[in-house]
């Protein structure tokens, strides 16, 4: 069965103080990684997909990595608007999640 | 234009009631789905569906079923509703075979 652990569960950081954000999963034939954010209120927003070993996204403060065991999400420089929950997710027959990363960026 | 939309946003029902929510989407996927979100935020697949075949969670009452009039549609009826269906529950879609998702803004169901 596909298993996806997030840790931390939450994290507060200062504006400017970069981090990462850690997934690591089991999955019987990776048919992709995905990190998705949740703002309160609202349905999760998609980020990145990445399908193999070695790869790596970015999108502006946000950048994403992948080995065959775990996938990072790096933060850096962050501003109280990167403040939100991290998902992650493998993909089985759907998308299935991790329990999150509660982010707070203060200022 | 919005993707994924849902509605009602909030329902708010008392105990045994019948219930639905509707989803559609107009990205033209072929793929829907429906998740429920906990109190703890954790996201959980309640069906896959696509018009060749339903894939239901096992762990999913037979209370709970998935009804597509059509490939934009996917409503969710829900029977008997239990105070423990109180949840956050989120339509989605994608293209088939491990394509991103694409979420409504979710339906905020209180059963009191």
């Known amino acids: 069965e596909d298993q996806v652990t997030q840790s931390p569960e939450a994290l507060r950081l200062q504006e400017g103080e970069s981090s990462s954000l850690n997934c690591s999963y089991t999955?019987?034939?990776?048919?992709?990684l995905f990190w998705y954010r949740q703002d309160p209120g609202k349905g999760p927003e998609f980020l990145f997909t990445l399908y193999s070993a070695g790869e790596e996204k970015e999108k502006e403060r946000l950048k994403a990595t992948l080995t065959k065991k775990e996938s990072f999400l790096h933060i850096t420089a962050p501003k109280p608007e990167d403040s939100a929950t991290y998902l992650c997710a493998v993909h089985g027959y759907a998308l299935n999640f991790g329990k999150g990363t509660s982010l707070l960026v203060t200022p | 234009d919005t993707a994924v939309s849902q509605t009602p946003k909030y329902l708010v029902t008392q105990m045994g009631n019948d219930k639905s929510i509707k989803c559609e989407q107009n990205l033209g996927h072929d793929t829907m789905y429906w998740y429920k979100q906990d109190s703890k935020k954790f996201l959980k697949i309640m069906f896959s569906y696509n018009n060749k075949e339903l894939i239901i969670n096992e762990t999913v009452p037979n209370r709970f079923s998935p009804k597509s009039p059509d490939k934009a549609h996917l409503n969710l009826h829900i029977n008997s509703l239990e105070l423990g269906d109180s949840a956050v529950y989120f339509c989605a879609s994608s293209q088939e075979g491990g394509r991103r998702a694409f979420f409504g803004q979710g339906t905020r169901l209180t059963v009191v």
């Open positions: 999955v019987s034939g990776l048919r992709g």
